[in-house]
Every structure is written in C-alpha cells, then in structure tokens.
T-cell receptor, first 108, second 113 residues
Framework: GIQVEQSPPDLILQEGANSTLRCNFS?????LQWFHQNPWGQLINLFY???GTKQNGRLSATTVATERYSLLYISSSQTTDSGVYFC??????????FGAGTRLFVKA | GAGVSQSPSNKVTEKGKDVELRCDPI?????LYWYRQSLGQGLEFLIY????????KSGLPSDRFSAERTGGSVSTLTIQRTQQEDSAVYLC???????????FGPGTRLTVL
C-alpha cells in the first residue's frame, strides 16, 4: 500500500520563527489534507490540497502531485501553533492513510 | 449540530467487557470514518461507511471489533471482550462523500483496566 512519510518528526522553534513541514507519499493520490492536532487532541483542518498552493493567514501549503510531496509552511510561529501536524492521503480506495506526524513545540 | 460529535468522551472499562462508541456525523455527510489513535502515535484507519454500507472491513483489528451505521447517520463502533491493547482514542470523521474533505469529532478515550 501507499507509504506516507513526514519530516521532521520533531521540531522546536522560537516564537516568531518560520518553518517548513514535509509530507512525501509513494503513489498517486486523489486528495491530501493537512491537520493540526492541538494539545487537547482535537484534529483541526488546515488544508484540503490535492494539488497547487493555498494560503490561510500565517499558514500556506503546496502539493506537487507529480513529484509526490506536499509542504506546509508556518510563518511567524506562535505558541498556539504547538501540537502535532499530520498529513493524510486518499488514493481512491476505501482507506485514508495518515503520516506519523511532525511534533512542533514553539517556545515563548 | 454544527460538527461531528462523539460519545462518551471518556470510557473506562474492565478487561472482557463489551463497549459501544457512538458517532454523530455532520448533517448531510454521507461518508463516515472510524480511526484509532494509540498514545503518542498516528491515526490508524479502521473502517469507512458510504451511506449505511461498509465496503471494506479489513482495517478492523480483529473480529472483536464491529461497526454499523443506520439511517445514513449515526454510527456505533462495538468492541467485544475488550483487551488492554484496545486502550486508545477512537476518532470519527465525516465528509460529503468518499474522498472529500474529512472533519473530525473530539474522540472517545477508551481505557481498559
């Protein structure tokens, strides 16, 4: 089945810094989502982005489907950005596959 | 309601007991998904419903796990004869259709003593 790899696994930032999170996938996908899991466990939708670039405030995402990767950019990070960031891919079957996540901690 | 709801939010049970977890999807969403998240881990896909039918049950960890959905809305995940390794957060999501954007509920934290 499809493999989804996220990097880096852990990231510590000083408040105000920028970062890029990566999601690589091993096969063609029909859609891709980025989620933020906050410290209380709630999964928050960030982007639904099978291809192209989207921006929402300090966050933006780019998916290059032909090269099988997606990037999530966080600019001017805040302590509330802390948590785990997951990408999830759907390949047209019955399953959605999640990556292992990037654990982000933003220091004040 | 506006979002996906799940109940109970927490469940503590003894090994060997049966438990039922409930998911109420966003109104109008025909697709419903169950996932399991063990402590500090990613999400493990369990089962997907389109309407009331689940075309693929191979993600369920064992035959002690079953799920149903009635009326194209509420779904229940049942775990029979619970084991300690079943302890995890069980998450439900729904979407307008297969492959569309998924929205998650708050989860049910299951602890098997």
């Amino acid at each position: 089945g499809i493999q989804v790899e996220q990097s880096p696994p852990d990231l510590i930032l000083q408040e105000g810094a920028n970062s890029t999170l990566r999601c690589n996938f091993s096969d063609s996908v029909n859609n891709l989502q980025w989620f933020h899991q906050n410290p209380w466990g709630q999964l928050i939708n960030l982007f639904y982005i099978p291809s192209g670039t989207k921006q929402n405030g300090r966050l933006s995402a780019t998916t290059v489907a032909t090269e099988r990767y997606s990037l999530l950019y966080i600019s001017s990070s805040q302590t509330t950005d802390s948590g785990v960031y997951f990408c999830a891919v759907y390949t047209g079957g019955f399953k959605t596959i999640f990556g292992a996540g990037t654990r982000l901690f933003v220091k004040a | 309601g506006a979002g996906v709801s799940q109940s109970p939010s927490n469940k503590v049970t003894e090994k060997g007991k049966d438990v039922e977890l409930r998911c109420d999807p966003i109104s109008g969403h025909t697709a419903l998904y169950w996932y399991r998240q063990s402590l500090g881990q990613g999400l493990e896909f369990l089962i997907y419903f389109q309407g009331n039918s689940a075309p693929d049950k191979s993600g369920l960890p064992s035959d002690r796990f079953s799920a149903e959905r009635t009326g194209g809305s509420v779904s229940t995940l049942t775990i029979q004869r619970t084991q300690q390794e079943d302890s995890a957060v069980y998450l439900c999501a729904s979407s307008r259709g297969q492959g569309n954007e998924q929205f998650f509920g708050p989860g049910t934290r299951l602890t098997v003593l």
